[in-house]
């Protein structure tokens, strides 16, 4: 088991260009979840998958930001134009359902320069 | 505001001692989590609680939950150096998990 597995660790892009983040989920996992780390703000919620369906993105920006699952063995966080405040720790996490073990990856730390 | 936040920004405690991290949270819950994040690393559970459960332990791990007045703590004891980290609470709703900002523990030699 490798746990969750994301890519790339490290992105650096220039303002104004789209920056994709993967995820692949730990087998067998039916939630997945997406979180923006950051020093002011902490962890912050984004978006979560449940079996694939998009349950809840009350936490995603209305606009730039975009999360898709399209099997279950991966899932993409996407931000078009990015810009400075962008730059954050992005964390993937996935749990088979409710009160279990959230297990996540070590994260993308996303620069916008 | 936070549904789930520590008390402390941050705690010192030399190693062998015991220390205790303290969450407070404001909605109803199924379950509080504990976890631990080191530099580098996601965040790592260290011990989930239910809400029927009053403590739980894991190792020198011990944590409470208190349900009437929506608390909870995280006591470690006999610490060691490598328990530095961020401790977070992590309140479990319907489905989201929501993380209080974190109490940095540094455990000085």
């Known amino acids: 088991n490798a746990g969750v597995i994301q890519t790339p660790r490290h992105k650096v892009t220039g303002k104004g260009q789209e920056a994709t983040l993967w995820c692949e989920p730990i087998?067998?996992?039916?939630?997945v979840f997406w979180y923006r780390q950051t020093i002011v703000q902490g962890l912050e919620f984004l978006t979560y998958f449940r079996n694939q369906a998009p349950i809840d993105d009350s936490g995603m920006p209305k606009e730039r930001f975009s999360a898709q699952m399209p099997n279950q063995s991966h899932s993409t966080l996407k931000i078009q134009s990015t810009q400075p405040q962008d730059s954050a720790v992005y964390l993937c996490?996935?749990?088979?359902?409710?009160?279990?073990?959230?297990?996540f990856g070590k994260g993308t730390r996303l620069t916008v320069v | 505001s936070q549904l789930a936040e520590e008390n402390s920004w941050a705690l010192s405690v030399h190693e062998g001692e015991s220390v205790t991290v303290n969450c407070s949270y404001k909605t109803s819950i199924t379950a509080l989590q504990w976890y631990r994040q080191k530099s580098g690393k996601g965040p790592a559970q260290l011990i989930l609680?239910?809400?029927?459960?009053r403590e739980k332990r894991n190792g020198r791990l011990r944590a409470t939950l208190d349900t009437s007045s929506q608390s909870s703590s995280l006591s470690i004891t006999a610490t060691r150096c490598e328990d530095t980290a961020v401790y977070f609470c992590a309140t479990r709703g319907a489905d989201r998990l929501t993380f209080g900002k974190g109490t940095q523990l540094i455990i000085q030699p």
């Open positions: 996490a996935s749990s088979y359902i409710k009160n279990t073990e959230v297990f």
């Open positions: 087998s067998g996992h039916s939630a």
């Open positions: 609680i239910r809400s029927n459960e």
